[in-house]
């Protein structure tokens, strides 16, 4: 194969490569498709993007989403581009229902799209259970949880909760999302020892009990105009700890998503999903990673 063809779509903003691996075939090889991620997420000599998704072949959903991130690393779950493999799916005929069931690294999700004009452009997914517990985040240290939790980072003391949404999150209360140390904090949170697979960090501004205003660096992106697991586990933390709803609206630098934490437990996202443009990938840039 010389060329690789894909799809460029996003959520928020929250904006990622997918390729078709149903009808294409491609390496096996984990490293190979992380430095085939890093090449097409490059801004300047690639693509662009917050990372490269894979739609596979499913034993037992409708199909199964593989994400990378643009540095390489692979991921669990992500929350906008879930969405986005719905949309792909039904727009492409892959599968056509009004509620899809997408295989994560984490779980079977069940995705409800909203069509117009015969195509996909919002989704509801159900993100499954938060948790708290140290081991499951991961986050180091005493106690079962870690809830409001002062951490030392880069000189200053900040209080913080851990979450996990299929992927591991710090979340920030009381640091205003502009603050000009989000560049330094996030980073340095991200890659801070007390947790070993590293973390998403969000900065949260709490507007109401039910409007949240997030900033958020990702593990392995940087900084990205949105992230759904992120948004997810802010109304989570913000609830727990008594500083919002279990209901809100979340703002994020590419557009608002609808998050419901369910009295059954279970997390609900509602947001956009579009497509960018479509193209291939040129053998000068891949050609010898397929």
Not at 103 to 130: C, F, K
Not at 131 to 136: E, G, K, L, P, T
Not at 256 to 281: F, Q
Request: charged share 30%; aromatic share 6%.
């Amino acid at each position: 194969m010389s060329e690789l063809k894909f799809v460029k779509m996003h959520g928020c903003g929250n904006d990622y490569i997918y390729v078709d691996a149903i009808g294409q075939r491609l390496p096996d090889d984990v490293e190979k498709l992380g430095e085939l991620a890093r090449r097409v997420s490059d801004r300047y000599k690639g693509v662009g993007s917050d990372g490269l998704i894979l739609i596979l072949p499913s034993g037992k959903g409708d199909v199964r989403m593989r994400m990378f991130n643009a540095d390489g690393s692979e991921g669990d779950m992500c929350g906008n581009g879930i969405r986005c493999v719905a949309k792909y799916a039904w727009d492409h005929k892959i599968a056509r229902k009004d509620r899809l069931r997408i295989e994560s690294n984490v779980a079977i999700h069940a995705v409800d799209v909203e069509v117009r004009r015969g195509r996909v452009v919002a989704a509801t997914v159900d993100m499954g259970e938060p948790r708290f517990a140290r081991a499951q985040v991961p986050v180091l240290g005493d106690g079962d949880e870690a809830i409001d939790e002062p951490i030392e980072i880069a000189g200053e003391r900040i209080r913080f909760t851990g979450v996990s949404m299929g992927n591991p999150h710090c979340v920030l209360f009381g640091i205003d999302s502009e603050d000009p140390n989000f560049l330094r904090l996030g980073p340095a949170l991200e890659n801070h020892p007390s947790f070993p697979d590293r973390a998403n960090v969000e900065f949260v501004d709490v507007l109401a009990r039910d409007e949240l205003r997030v900033r958020v660096w990702e593990r392995g992106s940087g900084e990205t105009q949105a992230c759904g697991t992120g948004a997810c586990a802010t109304v989570v933390a913000a609830a727990r700890t008594d500083r919002g709803n279990r209901k809100a609206t979340v703002h994020l630098r590419g557009g608002d998503l609808e998050i419901d934490w369910t009295d059954r437990g279970n997390v609900l996202m509602t947001g956009p999903a579009a497509e960018v443009c479509r193209g291939s990938l040129s053998s000068e840039l891949v050609g010898d990673l397929l």
